[in-house]
T-cell receptor, first 117, second 111 residues
Framework: AQTVTQSQPEMSVQEAETVTLSCTYDTSESDYYLFWYKQPPSRQMILVIRQEAYKQQNATENRFSVNFQKAAKSFSLKISDSQLGDAAMYFCAYRSGFDFGNEKLTFGTGTRLTIIP | NAGVTQTPKFRILKIGQSMTLQCTQDMNHNYMYWYRQDPGMGLKLIYYSVGAGITDKGEVPNGYNVSRSTTEDFPLRLELAAPSQTSVYFC??????????FGPGTRLTVL
């Protein structure tokens, strides 16, 4: 079974600075997908960024980028120019690429990000 | 599009009571999911469905039942509520698993 580990329960960053959230995962599969979800106080889960394991290039979405290290099974999220609206819980999630008809997500325990004005 | 909607937003149940959490999506997604999120934890899959008439168990199915009679609706039934089922419940849908769209959640307390 796959596991996802987020070792930082809480992080804080000064507004406009850069912060990196860590995520490691354990899998024996070669084909899979990784996601970062944001959960603000409203509780709504919002997809931030996704990475396909077969792609070597790191995904980027505006101020959000990932550092995907497949051999090390590491998938960190970098937030540049942090804004107050980035304050939320961030969840790393794994999805098997072979689970046709399932596509279930395995989540980490989350990192609570605080933005300091 | 309303996306994924869930009702109710909040509910308090007494031990042994039953209830149904409603989930509806208007994106014509085949795949639908129910997760629970306990305090300080990530989401865990309860049940999922890959299409109308097809459901299967996830990681934590005990104490729950689901049905999928239409593409749009995926209700979650709690029978004989227990304090261990106090949690926030999320419904999600996806077209093919590329991105799961989540509802706003239902906060359930069992006393």
């Amino acid at each position: 079974a796959q596991t996802v580990t987020q070792s930082q329960p809480e992080m804080s960053v000064q507004e406009a600075e850069t912060v990196t959230l860590s995520c490691t995962y354990d899998t024996s599969e070669s084909d899979y997908y990784l996601f970062w979800y944001k959960q603000p106080p409203s509780r709504q889960m919002i997809l931030v960024i996704r990475q396909e394991a077969y792609k070597q290039q790191n995904a980027t979405e505006n101020r959000f980028s990932v550092n995907f290290q497949k051999a090390a099974k590491s998938f960190s999220l970098k937030i540049s120019d942090s804004q107050l609206g980035d304050a939320a819980m961030y969840f790393c999630a794994y999805r098997s690429g072979f689970d046709f008809g399932n596509e279930k997500l395995t989540f980490g325990t989350g990192t609570r990000l605080t933005i300091i004005p | 599009n309303a996306g994924v909607t869930q009702t109710p937003k909040f509910r308090i149940l007494k031990i042994g009571q039953s209830m149904t959490l409603q989930c509806t999506q208007d994106m014509n997604h085949n795949y639908m999911y129910w997760y629970r999120q306990d305090p300080g934890m990530g989401l865990k899959l309860i049940y999922y469905s890959v299409g109308a008439g097809i459901t299967d168990k996830g990681e934590v199915p005990n104490g729950y039942n689901v049905s999928r009679s239409t593409t749009e609706d995926f209700p979650l039934r709690l029978e004989l509520a227990a304090p261990s089922q106090t949690s926030v419940y999320f419904c999600a849908s996806s077209y093919r698993g590329d991105e799961q769209f989540f509802g706003p959640g239902t906060r359930l307390t069992v006393l």
